[in-house]
């Protein structure tokens, strides 16, 4: 079955700390997954994708099949990270989302 | 506002009512999608419409029902309400029909079934 865990419900790190918000996936295909993000009072809106491997805001997420993972990564965190975040698996899984609490 | 916009913002009602939710799409986009999210639960597909046509769909109940009309705007209609059914409503949509597209997300609808 097709399935998004992301095993942290709530993320706090300080501000300038490393970020990782984890993701794991079941797929038994190429999977296409992508990260979600919504600001406080703020629409979902898509962050990045791992086709494109590019990085948003800071943000990076490398696709690692051994693993099933694709975890969101960023160097330094910002109290602008503050957030709800999303993995997605093919665009209609979603998991049950971590709660980025930056500190100042 | 060319984004997509969802009416109503929030809906009350009683168990054993019915509901009419709506969504109209981003300007060009052909696909709209459902997702309903509970407390403590993440987003759960319900289905999507792709040109007026179902094109998938996901755990959605059989007291529930969606179409896209004519000028691709969609309703997802609730019936036989239960209290379980209090969510936030979302609508997203996209340009085409495959799921590999960004999708771009309304702002929801809360219902509460008291």
């Known amino acids: 079955a097709q399935r998004v865990t992301q095993p942290e419900k709530l993320l706090s790190v300080f501000k300038g700390a490393p970020v990782e918000l984890k993701c794991n996936y079941s797929y038994s295909g190429s999977p296409e997954l992508f990260w979600y993000v919504q600001y406080s009072r703020q629409r979902l809106q898509l962050l990045l994708r791992?086709?494109s491997r590019e990085s948003i805001k800071g943000f990076t997420a490398d696709l690692n099949k051994g693993e099933t993972s694709f975890h969101l990564k960023k160097p330094f965190a910002q109290e602008e990270d503050s957030a709800m975040y999303y993995c997605?698996?093919?665009?209609?899984?979603f998991g049950k989302g971590t709660k980025l609490s930056v500190k100042p | 506002d060319s984004g997509v916009t969802q009416t109503p913002k929030h809906l009350i009602t009683a168990t054993g009512q019915r509901v009419t939710l709506r969504c109209s799409p981003r300007s060009g986009d052909l696909s709209v999608y459902w997702y309903q999210q509970s407390l403590d639960q993440g987003l759960q597909f319900l289905i999507q419409?792709?040109?007026?046509?179902?094109?998938a769909k996901g755990n959605i109940l059989e007291r529930f029902s969606a179409q896209q009309f004519p000028d691709l705007h969609s309703e997802l209609n609730l019936s036989s309400l239960e209290l379980g059914d209090s969510a936030l409503y979302f609508c997203?949509?996209?340009?085409?029909?495959?799921?590999?597209?960004?999708?771009?997300f309304g702002p929801g609808t809360r219902l509460t079934v008291l």
């Open positions: 419409y792709y040109n007026g046509e179902e094109r």
């Open positions: 997203a949509s996209s340009a085409r029909a495959g799921h590999q597209d960004e999708q771009f």
């Open positions: 791992h086709i």
């Open positions: 997605a698996l093919g665009n209609l899984i």
